[in-house]
């Protein structure tokens, strides 16, 4: 059983290396507290292989991709949109433009669970679980694939943390949605259009955040000269109001 549980740790683990999903959680730690992103993954890999298990274990039979490649995909253009969504100035009465609010801990976990329990369900990662499931124990296969799985997404929350404590947030924030989109069309090129390959979908994937990014500072440029028109104004009427019983004299 040990062997069994080394053994799938290890694959997992390698696995998840430089994976959409790893990727994933070092964009999360950037936004998020880490404990929220680590509790998220660590239920989501709980959740998912255990799946993979009992498909491998008992079904023999793999899961409709295709479905569950639509629902991740929408999953990470919502995020995505949603974070860029949040970074667009929030212009108060008496203030200057400001960043929306951060999500409350409990929004954020159950944001980075659905994303990460759709993404990883019809990965690669998730059919290693079940090609493991079907020779060995499910029990020692699902706990040694969910701590390689948490082990590769803490690697990537520890990097998420180191780096986000030197950029500034609003510059996360954007990023940070910008990924997601990617990651939310690559999903679908990958998922409904096998015969592009690899690097092509990757590079057609990129069309969708650069015109997000496009529309993004289109928005923000207008909303910040809309801010400084209106504190022009304010200033000339005060200039006026100032300068009105001068005039009565």
Not at 2 to 20: M, R, W
Not at 22 to 49: C, K, P
Not at 69 to 89: H, I, K, M, Q, Y
């Amino acid at each position: 059983m040990i062997a069994t549980i080394l053994l799938s740790f290890g694959v997992l683990f390698l696995a998840e290396l430089g994976d959409k999903s790893q990727l994933m959680a070092l964009t999360f730690a950037l936004r998020y507290r880490w404990w929220v992103v680590l509790s998220g993954i660590t239920v989501a890999s709980v959740l998912v292989n255990l799946i993979a298990v009992g498909v491998g274990h008992f079904v023999g039979a793999a899961l409709p991709t295709g479905v569950i490649s639509l629902l991740a995909a929408a999953t990470l253009l919502g995020v995505g949109l949603w974070t860029l969504r949040e970074t667009l100035p929030v212009t108060a009465p008496d203030d200057e433009p400001q960043i929306a609010a951060q999500p409350k801990s409990r929004n954020a976990f159950l944001v980075v669970l659905s994303a990460f329990l759709l993404a990883e369900l019809g990965d690669r990662t998730m059919f290693a679980t079940m090609a493991l499931a079907t020779n060995n124990g499910w029990v020692a296969v699902w706990i040694g694939s969910v701590a390689g799985m948490v082990a590769a997404g803490g690697l990537a929350i520890l990097i998420g943390v180191t780096v986000g404590k030197h950029i500034p947030e609003r510059f996360i924030a954007v990023c940070s949605g910008l990924l997601f989109l990617y990651f939310g069309a690559l999903t679908l090129l990958e998922a409904f259009a096998h015969g592009l390959g690899t690097p092509v979908a990757a590079a057609l994937a990129l069309i969708l955040p650069a015109l997000a990014g496009g529309v993004l500072y289109l928005l923000r440029r207008r909303a910040l000269d809309t801010a400084a028109r209106r504190s022009v104004a304010e200033d000339r009427a005060a200039e006026q109001i100032s300068a009105a019983p001068h005039e009565v004299q």
